[in-house]
């Protein structure tokens, strides 16, 4: 059992960058693969980028090259590096956990890009 708690959420002007945070509780953490989704308003939540418990990273097309994602597995953490956001980057941003077909998802965080 995985439990999963988002953090770094806010506003931001586009153009700017947060970090989102994902500390996780429970099981042996390192592995697990992680990731983080998001669902803007009306959409279907999406994949944003996932990492495996052996260091293979995947992206959106649409965030390449602006996020990363990485995680810190004695701190139990899973971080987003979100830079050069975008209006289209507002959404509520969810962390994921993954292992034996067991899926884990936190409650999410905000994130808004506007001026």
């Known amino acids: 059992q995985v439990q999963l708690v988002e953090s770094g959420g806010g506003l931001v002007q586009p153009g700017g960058s947060l970090r989102l945070s994902c500390a996780a509780s429970?099981?042996?953490?390192?592995?697990?693969?992680v990731g983080w989704y998001r669902q803007a308003p009306g959409k279907q939540r999406e994949l944003v980028a996932r990492?495996?418990?052996?260091?293979?990273?995947t992206y959106a097309d649409s965030v390449k090259g602006r996020f990363t994602i990485s995680r810190d597995n004695a701190k139990k953490i899973v971080y987003l590096q979100m830079n050069s956001l975008k209006p289209e980057d507002t959404a509520v941003y969810f962390c994921?956990?993954?292992?034996?077909?067991?899926?884990?998802w936190g409650k999410g965080t905000l994130v808004t890009v506007s001026s």
């Open positions: 994921n956990a993954q292992r034996g077909g067991m899926d884990y």
């Open positions: 429970g099981s042996i953490f390192s592995l697990y693969g």
């Open positions: 990492l495996t418990s052996d260091g293979y990273r």
